[in-house]
């Protein structure tokens, strides 16, 4: 009797080794090659950034006369006493170590939240000495050339730094580390923020990734299908600020969920009849 319910026991869990290994490949590759595709294509045009109301901005001012080039510097400390020590320009060493580590998730979202200039509803800012400036719909690169030529009547030849505070990207769903991941270098690709967050779980779909995108002061949904190389000539390739990345999880999860709460009850009672014919 004991034997024979070892042996069903074991065929039982043959059974479920074998439904689990019927997987299909295909469903879980990245990027893979059609019939009439090629090894070589066009990627998506790369995003530029334009600054919007309510965008926080780290503006560092810098000259030949640092003690001038301080007093436009409210918002970094070390301006006041000692601008050459100051890594490149960067506003503060947060900022710094956020470049060097490539992102920072959520509990670091306190550091990017630091004083900086905040873009108004009407989209400007309030800058020492030059007022109300209007610099929405403005690139960072375009921010700087501005303030520059402005610069030019109080300081000796100025260089300015303009970089956002706020630029994140929100990464949801089957994934291996689902946060808000703030992107110090402006510009992120999907498959660069999928890496971040730890790649999708086993029970992701990888065809229906969803992008969440405000647009004109609208929700724009977009779908990318991460088995296919016509992902990187997505418009969602390039993420823009705020974006968020939705991972759906498989049919599959919810069916072994179900599954799973199915078994257990026949699985307790088979390992209780099992430990009682032991005993006897």
Do not use: W
Not at 193 to 219: E, F
């Amino acid at each position: 009797m004991i034997k024979r319910t070892l042996q069903n026991s074991l065929l039982f869990g043959s059974i479920i080794i074998a439904f689990s290994a019927c997987i299909d490949e295909k469903k879980f590759a990245y990027f893979q090659k059609t019939s009439n595709s090629s090894d070589t294509i066009d990627i998506a045009k790369a995003y530029i950034t334009k600054i919007q109301p309510g965008d926080i901005l780290s503006i560092y001012v810098n000259s030949l006369s640092p003690e001038a080039s301080s007093f436009f510097n409210p918002y970094t400390p070390s301006a006041s006493s000692d601008l050459g020590s100051t890594l490149g320009g960067t506003p503060s060493s947060s900022s710094s170590s956020s470049a060097t580590s490539g992102s920072i998730t959520a509990p670091a979202l306190t550091q990017s939240a630091s004083p900086g200039f905040l873009v108004g509803a009407n989209g400007t800012i309030e800058f020492p000495l030059l007022g109300t400036l209007k610099i929405s719909d403005l690139s960072t690169v375009q921010a700087q050339d501005t303030l520059k030529k402005l610069l030019k009547f109080y300081l000796k030849e100025p260089t300015v730094n303009v970089r956002f505070l706020n630029f994140k990207v929100s990464i949801l769903g089957e994934v291996g580390k689902p946060s808000v991941y703030i992107i110090p270098n402006e510009r992120i690709t999907l498959p660069e923020a999928l890496s971040m967050a730890g790649d999708l779980t086993i029970y992701a779909r990888r065809d229906n990734i969803q992008i969440i995108r405000d647009v004109n002061g609208k929700k724009e949904f977009g779908t990318v299908n991460l088995t296919s190389r016509e992902v990187f000539t997505s418009p969602y390739y390039y993420l823009h600020a705020n974006d968020v990345v939705y991972v759906q999880p498989a049919k599959s999860k919810a069916e072994s969920t179900d599954r799973t709460y199915i078994l257990i009850p026949s699985l307790v009672t088979l390992v209780s009849a099992i430990i009682v014919l032991t005993r006897k």
